[in-house]
Each structure stands twice: as C-alpha cells, then as structure tokens.
C-alpha cells in the first residue's frame, strides 16, 4: 500500500503544484474584471470528508496505475505532452525533480540528521545533510563544505538552505524521522534513545 501511495503521489503532486499555479495566475488576472463579468458558481451539497476520501482513493488508484507497465507508459506519455506546453512544461519540471527526490522512496532528500549552529555561533539547531555543494559553487568555498537544510518550527518545508565547513557539522545518531517529529512537536517529542 505505502509503495503504491508514494507512487500515486509522484504522479499527482507537481501536476496539482503546476495547477495550482496556473490556477492561482489566472484567478489573480481574473480580479481585475468587474463582478458581473465573472459567472456565478453552482452551489453543492456538502458531504463532510468526502473530498478527502475522493483524494485519497484518486491517489491511491493513480500509484496503483503508474506502478504496472502500462501505467508506466501512460505517465511516460502524460509527461511529454506536458514538457510540450511552454509555460506548464517550466513549472511542471521543477516542482517533478523537487517531488522525486523528496518523495521517491529511494530518493535521498534528506541524507541525515545534523547538528549545526544556526543563527548565530552558540545556538544549536537541528538541520538535514542534504549534500554537496554544485560546482559552480565549491570552487569558491575554502576547504571542505557540505549543503544542510535548517527547518523552521512547526513547519518543516520552509527553512534555509546553507553550506556549511563539514568541521562545523555534527552528524547526530537519530534517524530523519525521529528529527522531523523533534523539529514539527517544537522540542517537545524528543527522539527514542
């Protein structure tokens, strides 16, 4: 179930990011008309919960489909009739890199968990090894860095992205789970000892 979910969802979060985007972009220009230009919408009976069973089984029945060898060719297709459409094709690429690597279950988004000083020298902060720095910009780092991603608290997808001296790196014993529990409870679930 977990491996068919994940796929489910690596198909439909950059297409819902993209959308959602685009969504955002028009509805934005379409502030700019006058109200009686915009159609009334159709009001629907509200069933509580029932959207979110919809999404769920949608997701859920997408990573079945994507995860068999017809479905893999149905979402290979999907793909590069997408990368056809020029403003689409730029945000669809990216938010599908970010989601791979994130998500994939073998992607390796967050590599382990550090401790870092972060704001200031003397303040301690939990970050994730994400890498190393590109070439473009190792070159002009003196000595040997290493990429961290700081979290903000309680929302771990905003932070700051660092690079920082390895020397200044400490590799923590806990696992990328246990920290982001850490980090999202605001110290107050401390990982298993």
Do not use: C
């Amino acid at each position: 179930m977990k491996r068919y979910f994940i796929a489910g969802l690596l198909v439909w979060v950059p297409l819902a990011v993209t959308l959602w985007l685009i969504r955002f972009l028009v509805t934005t220009m379409d502030g700019v008309l006058p109200a009686w230009m915009i159609p009334d919408v159709i009001e629907r009976h509200h069933i509580p919960g029932a959207g979110l069973l919809a999404v769920l089984l949608l997701v859920l029945g997408t990573g079945v489909l994507a995860a068999n060898f017809i479905g893999e060719r149905l979402v290979r297709w999907w793909e590069l009739l997408l990368a056809r459409i020029p403003i689409v094709r730029t945000i669809y690429s990216s938010v599908k890199q970010v989601s791979d690597t994130i998500l994939s279950p073998n992607g390796q988004a967050f590599r382990k968990a550090v401790l870092v000083q972060y704001p200031r020298q003397g303040s301690w902060t939990i970050a994730f090894l994400t890498g190393a720095p590109g070439p473009g910009v190792i070159e002009h780092l003196p000595g040997e860095h290493v990429s961290v991603y700081v979290p903000t608290t309680p929302n771990p997808t905003s932070g700051f992205f660092l690079l920082m001296r390895k020397s200044e790196v400490v590799e923590l014993n806990m696992s990328v789970d246990a920290a982001l529990k850490y980090i999202v409870s605001m110290g107050v679930v401390a990982p298993p000892t």
